[in-house]
């Protein structure tokens, strides 16, 4: 949900003894491949507490955010004693990138007349929508958004008007594209 955060958890699912004991590694929830061997791999408390990022980012309705996970396995990987099973104290890094921008405009019609009720502006690539939005008739404004960086054609629909449209309006991160 839209909001402000402090951490993530992530909740592995966790190998019985059991099943450690007596299934091949690449059979359990969890394990790992040194040199073509595959080997148990416990996730202390995994399964109870999960493995926290302590990281503060912001989910906002008007924006798309990717939270990408930085994993440093030489450190995070780590060998029970001599048996052959691993222990995962993860070495995580959080990353959160907004990735979306907007499209701002106004539409007028060639005679100044008033717009009609309904008038819609698509954003689109290759011929498929990424966001529409009814433009305010009363002042021709509209807001599109979010939409991932990149660039769309935007058509315009008026009920009783030809249809209209602009090529390549570019989209940067975090920007309105006006």
């Not at 060998?79 to 104290?89: D, E, P, S, Y």
């Amino acid at each position: 949900p839209v909001g402000t955060y402090r951490s993530i958890r992530l909740i592995v699912a966790a190998d019985s003894r059991q099943d450690i004991a007596t299934l091949p590694a690449v059979q359990l929830n969890n394990y790992i491949v040194i040199a073509g061997t595959a080997y148990p791999l416990i996730v202390p408390s995994g399964q109870q507490t999960g493995i926290k990022l302590n990281h503060a980012f912001t989910l906002s309705a008007d924006a798309i955010t990717v939270l990408t996970f930085d994993f440093d396995v030489r450190r995070s990987v780590h060998q029970r004693g001599h048996q052959g099973v691993f222990n995962l104290r993860p070495t995580l890094r959080l990353i959160d990138t907004v990735v979306s921008g907007t499209i701002s405009g106004t539409v007028t019609t060639s005679d100044a007349s008033p717009l009609p009720a309904g008038t819609l502006v698509s954003a689109q690539q290759g011929g498929k929508e990424a966001a529409s939005a009814l433009v305010d008739t009363a002042t021709g404004d509209y807001v599109l958004g979010p939409v991932l960086a990149g660039a769309y054609d935007l058509v315009v629909i008026a009920p009783g008007y030809a249809v209209a449209s602009e090529t390549g309006v570019s989209v940067a991160a975090e920007q309105d594209s006006a």
